[in-house]
């Protein structure tokens, strides 16, 4: 009696951990990424959804860009393609926050030069990840200084499909937004990092910028409501459908 109770205790446990483990990946950031590599690749949308390059604006640590890494790894060894289709630009001062430019900025958990982590951090940890490094492009500086017509020269060859803003400010969010849309193609799926830093208020941080970006109507941000990471996740389409016949 008290062998089978122990037997019993012992599969409880096991299957336990594994549903937990299953439950914790099937919410995680690198699932995220996952699904959408997979939806613009394999989807009823394939032909004419943006795929394979992904933008990451605020590369701070490397936590994320590991999250998209390991996906990319994962979808490439799963559909038998070659890693090597798949890009990316990484935005960032590498010498971390910029000061503070505005009210909408200001925020208790934020300081000038916090997250400085050097190129040479995020080149190292991309070889460790063994992804294809010429594949990666780094575009070095503050963004009122790097997103310029020499970036735009570069990027425009390579149109994201998954970007994500991780950025902090309301300034850099809006200095993002700004710059993008000359590259953005309908179906290119967007990740924010600090939606909730004021508890989603309209009038500080990435809220707002979202907010004003849809009002200049050339496009929208459109939020992902289902199974898309916790709720920070937006799809862009443009005002003038550009997929027709
Ligand atoms: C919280 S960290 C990003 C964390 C990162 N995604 C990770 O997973 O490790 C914010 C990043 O945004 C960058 N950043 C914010 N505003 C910027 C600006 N205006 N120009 C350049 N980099 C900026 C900082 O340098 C910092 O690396």
Same mark, same amino acid.
């Given at each position: 009696?008290? *062998?089978?109770?122990?037997?019993?205790?012992?599969?409880?446990?096991?299957?336990?951990?594994?549903?937990?483990? $299953?439950?914790?990946?099937?919410?995680?950031?690198? /699932?995220?990424?996952?699904?959408?590599?997979?939806?613009?690749?394999?989807? =009823?949308?394939?032909?004419?959804?943006?795929? !394979?390059?992904?933008?990451? *604006? +605020?590369?701070?640590?490397?936590?994320?860009?590991?999250? *998209?890494?390991?996906?990319?790894?994962? =979808?490439?060894?799963? !559909?038998?393609?070659?890693?090597?289709?798949? /890009?990316?630009c990484l935005f960032d001062s590498f010498e971390?926050?910029?000061?503070?430019?505005?009210?909408? &900025?200001? $925020?208790?958990?934020?300081? %000038?030069?916090?997250?400085? =982590?050097? @190129?040479?951090?995020?080149? &190292?940890?991309?070889?460790?990840?063994?992804?294809?490094?010429? !594949?990666?492009?780094?575009? %070095? +500086?503050?963004?009122?200084?790097?997103?310029?017509?020499?970036?735009?020269?570069?990027?425009?060859?390579?149109?994201?499909?998954?970007?994500?803003?991780?950025?902090?400010?309301?300034s850099s969010t809006n200095e993002v937004l700004?710059f993008l849309p000359r590259v953005l193609k309908?179906?290119?799926?967007?990740?924010?990092?600090? #939606? *909730?830093?004021?508890? #989603?208020?309209? &009038?500080?941080?990435?809220?707002?910028?979202? @907010? %004003?970006?849809?009002?200049?109507? &050339?496009?929208?941000? =459109?939020?992902?409501?289902? /199974?898309?990471?916790?709720?920070?996740?937006?799809?862009?389409?443009?005002?003038?459908? %550009? $997929?027709?016949?």
């Open positions: 009696m008290i *062998f089978k109770s122990y037997i019993k205790d012992k599969l409880d446990n096991y299957f336990e951990e594994k549903i937990s483990k $299953h439950i914790e990946f099937q919410n995680s950031l690198e /699932n995220w990424f996952y699904k959408w590599l997979d939806f613009q690749n394999n989807s =009823y949308a394939n032909s004419y959804s943006p795929k !394979n390059t992904y933008y990451e *604006f +605020g590369t701070g640590w490397g936590q994320t860009l590991t999250a *998209f890494i390991n996906a990319a790894k994962a =979808y490439s060894s799963a !559909n038998n393609t070659n890693i090597e289709n798949i /890009n990316i971390g926050l910029p000061p503070v430019k505005s009210p909408e &900025d200001n $925020h208790v958990s934020w300081k %000038e030069g916090e997250f400085a =982590y050097s @190129k040479k951090y995020i080149f &190292d940890l991309i070889k460790k990840l063994d992804f294809p490094i010429e !594949n990666v492009k780094f575009i %070095e +500086g503050y963004y009122e200084n790097s997103l310029n017509k020499e970036t735009m020269e570069i990027i425009k060859q390579i149109p994201p499909s998954i970007i994500t803003v991780d950025t902090d400010y309301y700004s309908s179906g290119t799926v967007f990740y924010f990092d600090d #939606l *909730f830093s004021f508890f #989603l208020n309209e &009038d500080y941080g990435q809220v707002k910028s979202i @907010k %004003e970006f849809n009002s200049l109507g &050339d496009g929208k941000l =459109y939020p992902l409501t289902e /199974n898309n990471y916790n709720g920070k996740c937006f799809i862009y389409s443009a005002k003038k459908w %550009e $997929h027709t016949i």
